[in-house]
Antibody, heavy 118, light 106 residues
Framework: EMQLVESGGGLVRPGGSLRLSCEAS????????MNWVRQAPGKGLEWVSS????????YFADSVKGRFSISRDNAKNSVYLHMNSLRVEDTALYYC???????????WGQGALVTVSS | IVLTQSPGTLSLSPGERATLSCRAS???????LAWYQKKPGQAPRLLIY???SRATGIPDRFSGSGSGTDFTLTISRLEPEDFAVYYC?????????FGQGTKLEI
């Protein structure tokens, strides 16, 4: 069974930093592009970032560009979202998701909650 | 590409047919249009990819259609578990975008 498990969420002050992790199992992690998607309280889904299988293509939403970075360790079946200069509006549930080529995002993790508040 | 979903909320009863719309601000390959179901406390669930292909394990009452800038998700006969929020997504090129969602309520 394919599975993604996020960790690293928590409460952080505005301007602070946090690193989210996502560990994969049940599929050959090193073959797939991975994505982070977030959902702020009461809002819709917002794509945040993606990293290709060999880390040669990396993209960010404009809302996080210059503040967030993404990396992966294929030996550890893990992808990371490094969040700096956090803002109140970054408060959200952050999901990692596998990009299955032209077959959409599947599966998704259960999410890691990030709360930015003073 | 901006995706606009309509209606914002759809009120129907079990057994009825639901038709959800997703309109794009520009054209892209329909091979990269997906639909997801989102329930509170659960991860998004892929329903449809490539505009019309059902994901693994998705019941055949869910169907997708469309091309160019207009796409539709149809649920032929609503079951109680289908009441949720539905999102369309384009994943053809960065930035990937989601529609704002359609809430399907009883």
């Amino acid at each position: 069974e394919m599975q993604l498990v996020e960790s690293g969420g928590g409460l952080v002050r505005p301007g602070g930093s946090l690193r989210l992790s996502c560990e994969a199992s049940g599929f050959t992690f090193g073959l797939y592009t991975m994505n982070w998607v977030r959902q702020a309280p009461g809002k819709g889904l917002e794509w945040v970032s993606s990293i290709s299988s060999r880390s040669d293509y990396i993209y960010f939403a404009d809302s996080v560009k210059g503040r967030f970075s993404i990396s992966r360790d294929n030996a550890k079946n893990s992808v990371y979202l490094h969040m700096n200069s956090l803002r109140v509006e970054d408060t959200a549930l952050y999901y990692c998701a596998r990009e299955a080529g032209d077959r959409g995002f599947d599966p998704w993790g259960q999410g890691a909650l990030v709360t930015v508040s003073s | 590409i901006v995706l606009t979903q309509s209606p914002g909320t759809l009120s129907l009863s079990p057994g009825e047919r639901a038709t959800l719309s997703c309109r794009a601000s520009g054209t892209f390959s329909s091979s990269y249009l997906a639909w997801y179901q989102k329930k509170p406390g659960q991860a998004p669930r892929l329903l449809i990819y490539g505009a019309s292909s059902r994901a693994t394990g998705i019941p055949d009452r869910f169907s997708g259609s469309g091309s160019g800038t207009d796409f539709t998700l149809t649920i032929s006969r609503l079951e109680p578990e289908d009441f949720a929020v539905y999102y369309c997504q384009q994943y053809h090129g960065s930035p990937y975008t989601f529609g704002q969602g359609t809430k399907l309520e009883i």
